[in-house]
């Protein structure tokens, strides 16, 4: 996490992956998802900004969880809310 510069990034040590490759919040609902999110407070796994109900920014501002990863394959970065931070691990 060197490049972070949130003490929410730099206090994980080790990145929650998604337990299941969909939005908890639209499988209730039957909506459609763009990309995921794992808050990496609780490991819930949510929608993006792009997807028409943005469970994953819904859910920080909720519950004050600060730091999501990237749930898609291949992508290996982390986003505070609260500090607008950003960091590659
Ligand atoms: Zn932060
Ligand atoms: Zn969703
Ligand atoms: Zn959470």
């Keep these: 996490m060197s490049d972070a510069t949130c003490s929410d990034i730099d206090a994980i040590t ?18 459609r998802w763009v990309h995921l999110r ?5 490991g819930a796994t949510l929608c993006c900004d ?6 994953a920014t819904k859910h920080a501002r909720a519950s004050g969880h600060p730091v999501i990863a990237s749930a898609e394959p ?3 970065w982390l986003y505070c809310y609260p500090h607008d931070a950003f960091a590659e691990y």
Excluded: F, L
């Design 14 to 31: 080790a990145v929650k992956h998604a337990k299941h490759r969909e939005c908890e919040e639209c499988v209730k609902i039957g909506a």
């Design 38 to 42: 794992t808050c990496q407070e609780c």
């Design 50 to 55: 792009s997807s028409p109900n943005r469970h």
């Design 74 to 76: 291949g992508e290996r």
